[in-house]
DNA sequence: CATATTAAGTCAGCCTTGTTGACATTCCAA
DNA sequence: TTGGAATGTCAACAAGGCTGACTTAATATG
């Protein structure tokens, strides 16, 4: 096989990191992780009527202004009878405005209102807090090989979305 | 400020990791992502008239067997009538024991059977999979760098958790 | 122009998985 | 012996997924 990538830093043998306990141990990091990474905005959202749902759209939006609902579909990965949901009751109340486009009448272009964005805002930033500190307290070389491993982890699909997502941020 | 940990490495100007379009940019690889390492396991599920809840009860009582009820209430972070709905159809499905505990009879411990056993490999190598590739794409500075971030993003008492899982592993 | 396709929205119904609250049982420990 | 802990169970509910069927409007295509 010879991938020679390199061996662990601390001198461990060459490939310990694939092994199936190691691979064990990330699926776990993962779950414990996620599970922090969403505890935050989910405790702001229990107090308004909203869930993860909710501000799953606020992001998105959020970082695409403008969107179209199909192509929100296509990021989010669910069905258009779920969104509808969701979005629906964002649009009641105020917080999502979703204007008819000028050169193709069929679709809806969606945009965060003043509340909309403030209410993004408070979610983000709760979440983003978390992710300073545990960015700070890695190092930017983890940062690193976090992105990289979570990047390899994706959907061929979700990684175009992903860096799409990039490109509109220049 | 003078948090001094260093530069990126492509000498970009200190700190720019931390700024918030670059944790806006870990959230989304997070999102998307945990997709990624929840697509395959699910999809073997789908089938089987089995959920994501299954597989975690699975693979949690692999990985600690005999481990308690409450125990692995903690650890999964649902409430007992959750979990039990979950516990109930794979005890009657012959897929995990539980066996009246002989120091406290009280407590139920709980082990895989042959049939749990097997089908928690079956949906872990499907995650290992998925994890071996991007392990290997990344390389094993980036594996630990990815482990050094999730491990910081845990709530304190999940990362307490997770350090007692591997302990049980030596 | 006629027709097909697409985008969006809606209704109804279902499933999984989470939640509370109430309550029974069993058993350990003070 | 009594209080509390661990477990299990019932009922009811909500969020947020899903499918399928259908409408409306607008665009695309023959």
């Known amino acids: 096989m010879a991938e020679m990538q390199g061996r662990g830093p601390a001198g461990g043998d060459m490939l310990l990191y694939l092994t199936d306990e190691q691979l064990r141990r990330g699926a776990e990091a993962m779950f414990f992780a996620y599970r922090g990474f969403t505890?935050?905005?989910?405790?702001?959202?229990?107090?308004?009527?909203?869930?993860?749902?909710?501000?799953?759209?606020?992001?998105f939006i959020n970082a695409a202004p403008g969107t179209t609902v199909n192509n929100l579909l296509s990021i989010l990965g669910v069905t258009k009878q779920s969104l509808n949901r969701v979005l629906r009751t964002l649009i009641e109340d105020g917080l999502v405005e979703s204007r008819v486009g000028r050169v193709d009448k069929r679709e809806r272009h969606l945009f965060l209102t003043e509340d909309g964005a403030a209410l993004e805002r408070e979610l983000s930033e709760a979440?983003?807090?978390?992710?300073?500190?545990?960015?700070?307290?890695?190092?930017?070389?983890?940062?690193?090989?976090?992105r990289r491993v979570l990047e390899a982890m994706m959907d061929p699909d979700m990684r175009r979305q992903y860096r799409d997502l990039q490109e509109g941020r220049g």
Chains 1, 2 share one sequence.
């Not at 505890?39 to 992001?59: F, Q, V």
């Not at 300073?132 to 976090?146: C, D, H, I, M, N």
């Open 127 to 146: 979440q983003r807090a978390r992710m300073r500190a545990a960015y700070k307290q890695a190092g930017p070389e983890a940062v690193l090989g976090f």
């Open 39 to 59: 505890a935050d905005p989910d405790r702001i959202l229990a107090n308004k009527n909203y869930g993860r749902a909710h501000h799953r759209a606020l992001h």
